[in-house]
């Protein structure tokens, strides 16, 4: 299976964005990817004021990654957008797959909510706008099981074990990681997650500055089951191509069993 991980810098411009990802959808097809993984919130970042209408997950939005997947013949993981929620208040954080035919193979709604005071860096809130997803999901990608996840899950290693026991072999991960974290946490995450599921791990991130006064983190990368990183975005916009050996994932769960070796105590 050959991967894409493509990296964006949304802001609060919908079409902008939605055009943009396009564009990298196109190059993830054009350099034979299978699966292209876009970033959370491919829709829209910015102040909640210029926020779009959430809408359904049979909406506009999901429309247009529908037609991409099929006109470019490539399953597409399209980050995650405002999904309507289950209230006036609050939307989902929702992440959609499409396969090749551009027909819907799988919906996940992020889990866990980035609620974080850091003085002087930052305060947000999501859990404020935001309401949880509760079911774990994992989506059969022509024979590869890949386990859905969005940003922040990446700090609870329980719901990536609980993809690998459902079989995952990829873990996809849709971020915003902001950059005050991402310099110090976004990989040694990333590697942990791949090491200790012994999965590979796909994690497109956005890139760059966006209103109010936030900055994304990037670095999109590819990292190997046993914690390599295979390929990784430089800090523009653009997109980042791996295969993914499955042999070599088999082989490493063979030689260090560490998932059948494990022990409920």
């Known amino acids: ?22 564009s990298l959808l196109e190059q993830a ?10 970033p959370e919130y491919v829709d829209h970042l910015g102040p909640a004021a210029t926020a779009p209408k959430p809408e ?27 999904e309507t929620g289950p209230d006036p ?3 989902y954080n929702t992440a959609l797959v499409f396969d090749r035919a551009g027909e819907l193979a799988a919906s996940y709604r992020k889990i866990h909510l980035y609620d974080v005071e850091i003085p002087g860096r930052v305060s947000f809130h999501e859990s ?11 989506v059969d990608v022509e024979g590869v ?13 329980e719901l990536y074990r609980q993809l690998a026991i459902a079989g995952a072999q ?4 849709p971020a915003a990681f902001m950059a005050h974290t991402g310099r110090d946490h976004w990989e040694v995450l990333l590697r942990a997650r791949a090491i200790e599921n012994q999965c ?35 800090d523009t916009a653009g997109v980042t191509v791996a295969d993914l050996d499955l042999d070599r994932l088999a082989t490493i769960r063979a030689e260090v069993p560490s998932l059948a070796n494990r022990r409920l105590v």
């Open 1 to 22: 299976m050959r991967v894409a991980v493509c990296q964006l810098n949304s802001r609060d411009d919908r079409a902008a964005n939605l055009a943009a990802a396009r």
């Open 29 to 38: 097809a054009a350099r034979g990817a299978d699966l292209a993984v876009l």
């Open 56 to 82: 359904s997950a049979d909406g506009e939005f999901a429309a247009f990654f529908a037609d991409a997947a099929r006109e470019l013949e490539m399953w597409v993981l399209a980050g995650s957008f405002h």
């Open 89 to 91: 208040e609050r939307i």
């Open 128 to 138: 404020r706008a935001v309401a949880p997803g509760a079911a774990a999901v994992t």
């Open 145 to 157: 099981r890949v386990g859905l996840t969005i940003c922040y899950d990446l700090r609870f290693p």
């Open 170 to 173: 990829v873990l996809a991960v």
């Open 200 to 234: 590979y791990v796909a994690a497109a991130g956005q890139i760059g500055d966006h209103d109010p006064g936030r900055t994304c983190f990037g670095r999109s990368m590819v990292v190997d089951p046993w914690g390599t990183v295979v390929a990784q975005q430089p």
